[in-house]
């Protein structure tokens, strides 16, 4: 009897130690997987980055050419300096510049080397300063987007690509002479959506983001975060609470597109309110996070121990006073991290915004939230679509900024969540 | 953090009404909706126009030359757009909409020509194909080979199949999706154009138009068609990755990637500027935009808009818009489009469909 238990006894060692080296290698091969995993994310995401970056940081420089203006008081009259013929003031220095050139066609194919921009620039100066007039100065004036293209190796050198024999002989010439350099592009910076690619900016659909996230912000973080205090400390638990609970995670997994067109159906036919404007995609955009901020708030309230509402309910707190002395400040960075996740999301959104007229040419600047403008995403989406080569540049330029608008953002939440969290 | 709340929902609650009251002051832009196709001119003369005038810059969205229909065609004031562009002319349905709307006067203006073209990588040889061969390589059902008045399934693998002449590589053609102009295009003027040389699917036209479409206008599904989405860029991508394919895209693509990719020649023509400028490319078609009239008094600038995009220097033989793939009309007929541009009749009646 006892030898036999003693038996069983080293059986059973025996078999854990037999299956040792098994279960040793499923763990190894287990954490394997793991490691693979990470790598193969890390390896998607390097090649995402990397992409988007080679691709769109040539677009933070520009092309420019240097050319002597003379500031013809023939074409600049006094009483007239608004709408003056500024591209003849450049048209006459590129002739200048290559004087052999005299028949009609070559010249415009010479034009054709400098953006339309550089009139614009020329009349912003001349505007701020009278005293330029009579005299000849040397500017650094934008190139065309296609002479860019060239300088940055896009287009190959060779009369296959857009420029003949005698506009690429012109370009040699003006390199030769140092005319040509790259700058930093201050353009995509300060100006609205353009059809020259030299001349588009990110300006307009960033500020319009702005207007449209901080009416989503705006609207969504009260009535977001009232709503969950309310169904998670007043309401009674029942029938009814179950079905508000089942109905906002159904919306919260609700395609954007729907509020797309709930938008359009409700605020745009039914109120009257503008097509185009941050004000109604503020409002679809805010009805689209209300969910997820709901349901990351609730969280964050009932993470907050029950210890802490009996202690104040037993100090004589009344449950008003619970909530807004002590479980609100507790569940607030679990809160403001739900809504910064949110507003991440809403920050990418371009389908509900095409349902309310926000996917538009818009060149001048939004500056009020009935203004018609258009946000990163569209911006992206709409470059990404345009036949000239040097938007696909901008496309990736303007995919950076994007990113480095939502690691802000993400990084926001991060640090919101260190600072205010409590552990129990 | 309390207060914070609290003036966030006070601030909240007093901007929206006050929101609300803004947006039923006059709009002082001009709204175009409408074709994708005409959209890259559009932007351009409205650029322009907002640049070198005191008026704002005209709001364009690409809504496609349908959707964009009916935006114009929902009503009269400063709540629709004002403008509408499309890639086809305006069908009696659609016009008879508008004048239930209330939207009697529209004014068409033609602006130029787009040309529909087949291309490949630069690195493969160019093709020489006619209507004909598109038909049969990318029709569902094509005529029974045996001359009968039947129709087969698409049994075509290779263009060596459908002509001799053609290389023996696998029929693979990147071309839009169904809800795009271009498609529609491609498929009036390529495909039911190469059916017509099939004596008895003419006659057909003739007798059953809904038969003949219903051979001659459905693409085939077996995978040698792919839909590439609505983005010709990605067209052009995917084209020089893989040489064997051809792709389907608006001129001004080739004009803009002509260091990538190359035109094939269609029934010996090549698409170049010229022949679809002289009409003598058959896959061409013309762009228009339409003019609500009650509007030009109500919104400030429609007629200097319409006016720069009718001027020479836009729409005209060597104006901008042409720099940017439009290929212009004859002298006479661009002179004809810049009067009724000026001055803002004839109106589309009934009895133009």
């Not at chain 2, 810059?57 to 400063?78: D, M």
């Not at chain 2, 699917?201 to 003949?212: E, P």
């Not at chain 2, 808009?305 to 729409?315: D, M, P």
Request: positive net charge.
């Amino acid at each position: 009897m006892n030898e036999n238990s003693i038996d069983n006894l080293c059986s059973v060692t025996d078999t854990v130690r037999n299956g040792l080296a098994r279960r040793y290698r499923a763990e190894k091969r287990f954490r394997w997987f793991g490691v693979c995993a990470i790598f193969l994310s890390l390896l998607f995401l390097v090649i995402l980055f990397g992409d988007i970056l080679s691709k769109g940081l040539p677009a933070f420089s520009q092309t420019r050419i240097k050319l002597s203006i003379f500031f013809d008081p023939d074409l600049l009259p006094a009483d007239n300096l608004e709408s003056a013929d500024y591209n003849a003031l450049v048209k006459s220095s590129c002739r200048k510049l290559f004087s052999e050139v005299k028949d009609r066609r070559s010249k415009r194919s010479l034009y054709k080397l400098v953006s339309e921009g550089a009139a614009y620039e020329l009349r912003k100066k001349v505007l701020q300063n009278h005293n330029l007039i009579g005299t000849t100065r040397d500017f650094w004036l934008i190139a065309d987007d296609e002479l860019d293209m060239l300088m940055k190796g896009k287009i190959l050198r060779d009369s296959t690509g857009r420029y003949n024999q005698q506009q690429l002989g012109w370009i040699e010439k003006l390199e030769h002479d140092g005319r040509l350099r790259r700058q930093f592009n201050f353009t995509f910076f300060s100006s609205g959506d353009s059809r020259d690619p030299e001349l588009a900016g990110i300006l307009g659909a960033l500020s319009g983001t702005i207007l449209t996230l901080a009416l989503t912000l705006l609207l969504s973080f009260p009535i977001g975060i009232g709503a969950a205090i309310y169904l998670e400390e007043f309401l009674k638990k029942g029938r009814f609470s179950d079905f508000l609970e089942v109905n906002i995670n159904n919306l919260a997994a609700v395609p954007s597109i729907i509020f797309g067109l709930l938008g359009l159906g409700v605020f745009i036919n039914f109120f009257g309110l503008p097509r185009s404007a941050p004000l109604v995609g503020g409002l679809v955009l805010a009805l689209m996070t209300l969910p997820t901020i709901i349901i990351s708030s609730r969280a964050a309230i009932k993470a907050v121990p029950p210890s802490i509402r009996e202690a104040a309910l037993g100090l004589g707190a009344s449950p008003v006073q619970v909530v807004f002395h002590h479980v609100l400040p507790l569940a607030m960075p679990g809160m403001l991290t739900g809504t910064i996740i949110g507003m991440a999301r809403a920050l990418g959104e371009t389908a509900p915004l095409l349902m309310v007229g926000m996917v538009a040419f818009i060149v001048d600047i939004p500056k009020s939230f009935s203004a018609a403008a258009t946000v990163l995403p569209v911006q992206i989406y709409l470059w990404a679509d345009s036949p000239e080569r040097a938007f696909s540049e901008r496309t990736s330029a303007a995919i950076i900024v994007l990113l480095i608008f939502l690691i802000l953002m993400n990084a926001s939440a991060v640090f919101l969540r260190r600072k205010f969290e409590r552990r129990w | 953090m309390k207060k914070l709340m609290f003036m966030l929902l006070a601030v909240a609650m007093l901007m929206l009404p006050a929101m609300v009251s803004h947006a039923g002051s006059l709009r002082n832009y001009i709204t175009i909706v409408g074709s994708s196709t005409v959209y890259p001119f559009a932007t351009v003369v409205a650029e322009k126009f907002g640049k070198t005038t005191e008026f704002k810059t005209p709001l364009i969205e690409a809504t496609g030359s349908g959707g964009g229909l009916k935006l114009f065609a929902a009503g009269i004031g400063v709540k629709y757009s004002d403008i509408t562009n499309a890639s086809r002319r305006i069908k009696r349905s659609e016009f008879e909409k508008c004048r239930k709307n209330g939207v009697q006067e529209v004014i068409e203006i033609k602006i130029g020509y787009d040309g529909i073209v087949i291309a490949n990588a630069k690195s493969a040889p160019r093709f020489k194909l006619s209507r004909r061969d598109l038909f049969l390589a990318l029709a569902q059902e094509i005529p029974n080979p045996d001359g009968s008045p039947t129709v087969i399934a698409n049994p075509y693998k290779t263009w060596q199949e459908v002509n001799q002449n053609l290389p023996a590589t696998k029929i693979r053609v990147l071309g839009p999706p169904p809800t795009s102009g271009t498609r529609d295009a491609f498929v009036e003027l390529a495909m039911a154009g190469g059916a017509q040389n099939f004596p008895w699917l003419k006659a057909l036209k003739k007798k059953d138009k809904h038969k003949f479409k219903a051979i001659a206008h459905t693409i085939r599904e077996d995978g040698a068609y792919v839909e590439a989405g609505e983005n010709d860029n990605l067209i052009v991508q995917k084209l020089q990755a893989d040489p064997e394919s051809l792709g389907i895209f608006g001129f001004s693509f080739l004009d803009q990637n002509s260091d990538r990719v190359q035109g094939s020649l269609v029934d010996g023509i090549e698409p170049t500027f010229e022949n679809i400028a002289d009409g003598k490319y058959p896959v061409s078609r013309p762009l228009f935009f339409y003019v609500k009239k009650a509007h030009v008094t109500i919104i400030p600038g429609i007629k200097g808009y319409l006016k720069e995009f009718t001027s020479e220097k836009a729409f005209g033989e060597e104006g901008y818009l042409s720099d940017r793939g439009l290929i212009p009309m004859p002298q006479a007929e661009r002179e004809h489009y810049r009067k009724v541009a000026a001055e803002l009749k004839p109106i589309l009646t009934p009895a133009d469909f």
